[in-house]
């Protein structure tokens, strides 16, 4: 399964790049987690100085699915990021995935924040 990732910048060096896009392929199977999990620990997300970025991991329309943290070992999931990486696939069997870099916002609180949202929509 192909997914697609796209992030956000993290300083005006870092614009250069932008968006920041890169491809990779996924077992059908994997969990987002395992995908999550995986991005968070092959440096696809830009590390800050003082090591406490915050990401907002969403899809392409939007629902926050993850909070991933520079200091957590691993993504921290809200309800839409439970479950299979193959059921947020669009029509041609892409799934595109967004990192919102939310600074060094407290990622606990970002969590609380995104999980007392009933529609889990936009992270920003």
Do not use: C, N
């Not at 994997?30 to 995908?35: C, G, I, L, P």
């Not at 915050?54 to 991933?68: H, Q, R």
Request: without cysteine; proline residues 5%.
């Amino acid at each position: 399964m192909r997914v697609e990732l796209t992030r956000d910048s993290v300083a005006m060096g870092d614009d250069v790049w932008a968006p920041h896009a890169e491809a990779r392929e996924v077992p059908d199977d994997a969990s987002v987690k395992d995908v999550l999990d995986a991005v968070r620990g092959g440096g696809y997300l830009a590390s800050i100085a003082g090591g406490r970025a915050t990401w907002i991991a969403e899809t392409a329309d939007g629902t926050a699915l993850a909070v991933v943290a520079q200091q957590w070992p691993t993504a921290r999931l809200l309800a839409a990021g439970e479950g299979p990486i193959a059921g947020l696939a669009d029509g041609e069997g892409v799934v595109r995935l967004h990192f919102v870099y939310r600074v060094q916002t407290d990622p606990e609180a970002e969590h609380r924040r995104l999980a007392a949202d009933p529609g889990g929509r936009r992270a920003r």
